[in-house]
């Protein structure tokens, strides 16, 4: 039992979301950013993580509904993770919104010759 503890951890650990690693926001907080802000502006991963996160969600509230002996432990399982997924695709998406704000500003202003 103490293996299949040791990597059910280890594979919520791993799905915890794309989003809280892998995007990043502008660096700046500058309305008129002075120089192109380097960010994530594409959200494949905020909606790769919104899917997932949707779908062990979904898996959970489904378990929970199952009469099978185990279907609690799934359940308890799938839903932190399912929740703590669609968490990362919401950062995901707010920093994908800043960062093509962002990107915008610097370009407006670029063309004003500022």
């Not at 997932?52 to 199952?66: D, E, F, N």
């Amino acid at each position: 039992m103490t293996r299949a503890l040791a990597l059910a951890t280890i594979l919520a650990i791993a799905s915890s979301g794309c989003s809280f690693v892998l995007v990043h926001g502008p660096q700046t907080d500058e309305p008129e950013p002075l120089h192109w802000p380097s960010c994530t502006e594409t959200r494949v991963l905020p909606l790769g993580d919104a899917i997932y996160g949707g779908l062990a969600t979904a898996g959970a509230i489904v378990l929970l509904q199952s009469k099978d002996e185990w279907a609690p432990l799934g359940a308890a399982f799938l839903l932190p993770i399912g929740l703590t997924v669609l968490g990362s695709a919401y950062y995901g998406y707010t920093r994908t919104t800043r960062c093509q704000d962002a990107r915008a500003a610097y370009e407006k202003a670029a063309e004003e010759g500022r």
